[in-house]
């Protein structure tokens, strides 16, 4: 679906942001993208969706390259991509409004920009929201209102920037969720985070420092990799715990380590089948 | 935080239905007309007019004078210059201050015109969504040879639209920084040129950024500054056409007057 | 002394049609020296209730005190320390040193003295001071917060009101900030944030305030937050509640990793002897 090619990317001030990167992505796949800030995840984000071009080597978008300028309508189409901060997405007064933008650049006819935007407010429950202004709704509508903006394009491949750091932790899982369901859905996603612990579902992580691919696996093999802590990242409090009851000869296996319910679930299984 | 001036206030009154094309084309012409009559009998029926159609519109009639409200001070301000500044049959004589007759004719000729203007301006605001009179307003642009100035209709209807959304982020980021900055002693009032850039750098850094932000969102969904179109149908119904007609017949008659 | 608020309300817009209540008859009292954490969902009122405290907003029924003092006086004023989510929104100036000596000009302090507090200042962040010739601008996200905080301890406030201050920064940002907090509370400043990273925080606070529509839900010791088994929780402390929901003996009163470790092995000898009784 996506394929990076030897990109490099520096700043302006001539910081390296990404140095030959190689990247291929599939099409259905959940990858997640891991690193510190200043480790070049947001720029790998920005170059996955055209929206920056590579200095060196190239983007391919299922075969359409980032740099020809031909080819920008049909990768807006394709790929889609929401940031961190809500309130500076939007671009309507209304929830509608606001979902109508992405069709609108696309010159559709009104009737069928309503349609796109019917679609969109049903994938992301926000229906009841449709006359409401996108500011007046919770952080985690708002960052779904945004979502719905880009889906309303009907993009196969989505990539989030850190679209959860700005919100409180049950928003944060509501919104996953939902991003999770268009994943089996069949969209593409590309999950970019500073917490581990989101991409415990991931088909792949990647771990990003300095402009390079640092490490690179499912979840499991990348979670117990040692050199996760001298990277900066933490591992997520559920997954340490595990690690310690390890060493002390109790063994949670690793689908289990997702959530606190089954966690728990499976002390209780350790615990009382003696 | 004031009170909305101007503010859309939903319903689904005749007025509301009208395609904001008709609207607004009437309030132009009923501005225009506002300055061009001349006797009184003419601005009654002005008065008369704005009522009938606010009773129509179905609103409560507070949202029209809310948008007059703060305006009157200055309305008041124009009709003393009037009263006091026109030469004339002299009513009184006060020290240098002599208001005449005459000036108190212009005076509140003058004062009605103001608050008419305010109020018809308040009952297309009030009865039309503002992005259904941004499209309205693009839709009457297009055929201007606009791309001479270097600017689309669309643009100027993107420009109007994300102004419109992004006022209120604006001010809750210079909230912020007031919050802040007073936190860290700073005196407002006492200290105005000390506090400016503790005030003005924060805020247009932000500014920037947001905007950054909001230009890159903005052109992942496409945005390219050349031809859109827009989820808002405009159809010109045969309630518009007689709308049209009626304010026609109106003019004539004030004109007539 | 104390800071007191006493049967606060507060609304926006007041007297529009758009008036909204933001809190509602607030009674809280935050001790000199304690470590408190404001939890709430967004729009509950924490971010409101921080800006009653140094005066920012006034309430609309009911009465703010600092140490017995009004909020908007100067005095006050320097009794709080006040730092927001995003450092950004407030660093202005060319160097990190004029940064913090800001406040302490703005409070008419000798240059002298001024020096010296910024020195202190930037101890108390673990700030080298080699960085006080630099842009605020170049230094990363968690060192730009450490300068807020910095240009905040150098008017040695009594109390340290904090809102999100670690929200948006990367994992190793989050600890150097939770690390500095830990020190300047032992140090004696009481500090107070609103958060919603209870990860983080929890290991730090003393006292919990649970705001919800804009009134308090629950006030006290983090243990008996978790006893009455209020949310939002930790994952760590979720799980333990789960366990708890399960039938298992185990205290709830969990706030790291190393506690959940030994109250499970506690709980694993408890029931294997059990086992070995039947």
Sequence with gaps: MIRLEKVSYSYPDGTPALEDLNLVIKKGEFI????????????????????LKPQTGRVMIREMDTRDPSKLSGI?????????????????????????????NLCLPPVEIRKCVDLALAETGLEKYRHRSPKALSGGQGQCVALAGVLAMRPECLIFDEVTSMLDPKSGIAVLETIKKL??????????????????????ILIMEKGKMRLEGDPESVFSDVSLQTLGLSL??????????????????????????????????????? | ???????????????????????????????????????????????????????????????????????????????LTQLFFTDGRALASYWVLKPSLEGLEKGFKLAARFILLLLFAALLTASTDPSAITCGIERMLRPLPLRWLGVSSFELATMMNISIAFLPLLFERVERTKAAQAARGIDFVKNPFHSVPALAIPLLRGV????????????????????????????????DWKALFILALFIILVLVL | MPIILENVSFSYSRKTPLETSALRDVNLRIEKGEFVGILGEKGAGKSTLTKLFNGVLKPETGTVRVDGLDPSLREAKRRIGMVFQQAADQLFCKTVYEEIAFGLLNFGHSKKETEERVYEAIEAVSL?????SRDPFSLSGGEMQRVALASALALRPDYLVLDEPITGLDPSGKKEILETLKRIKEKGTAVVTVTHNLKGFFPLLERIVLIREGRIAFQGSRESYLEKGCEPLPPIASMMKELRARGMPVNLAVFTVED???????????????????
């Excluded at chain 1, 480790?39 to 170059?47: M, N, V």
């Excluded at chain 2, 008065?47 to 008041?76: H, T």
């Excluded at chain 2, 969904?221 to 010109?236: A, D, K």
Aim: glycine residues 6%.
């Design chain 1, 76 to 104: 807006r189409k394709l790929v889609g991509i929401v940031f961190q901060n809500p309130e500076t997405q939007f671009v309507g007064r209304t929830v509608e409004e606001d979902l109508a933008f992405g069709p609108e």
């Design chain 1, 32 to 51: 997640g993208v891991i690193g510190k800030n200043g480790s070049g995840k947001s720029t790998l984000a920005l170059q996955l969706s055209g929206l």
């Design chain 3, 260 to 278: 959940a470790l030994e109250e499970i092995l506690r709980l694993k000898s408890i029931l294997g002897k059990e086992n070995s009784e039947n």
């Design chain 2, 1 to 79: 935080m004031q009170e909305p001036v101007f503010s859309y206030v939903p319903g689904a009154s005749l007025l509301h239905k009208l395609d904001p094309r008709t609207k607004i084309a009437a309030v132009m012409l009923l501005g225009v007309l506002t300055f061009r009559i001349d006797n009184f009998a003419g601005i009654v029926a002005l008065f008369v007019f704005f009522f009938a159609l606010a009773l129509l519109s179905g609103l409560p009639m507070k949202v029209f004078f809310r948008a007059v409200r703060p305006m009157m001070l200055f309305i008041f301000f124009i009709f």
């Design chain 3, 128 to 132: 080298d001071q080699t960085e006080l």
């Design chain 1, 183 to 204: 994943h089996r859905k069949g969209k593409t996603i590309v999950y970019i985070t500073h917490n581990l612990e989101e991409l415990h579902d991931a088909d792949r």
């Design chain 2, 208 to 239: 920037i950024r947001d905007a950054e932000e909001l230009a890159l969102a903005m052109e992942s969904r496409g945005y390219q500054g050349s031809r859109r179109t827009s989820i808002h149908e405009l159809s010109m119904q045969k309630s």
């Design chain 1, 236 to 274: 997520p409090s559920l997954i340490e715990l595990a690690e310690n009851l390890k060493m002390h000869g109790i063994v949670i296996p690793w689908e289990k380590t997702s959530t606190p319910q089954s966690f728990a679930e499976e002390i209780c299984r350790l615990f009382l089948k003696t």
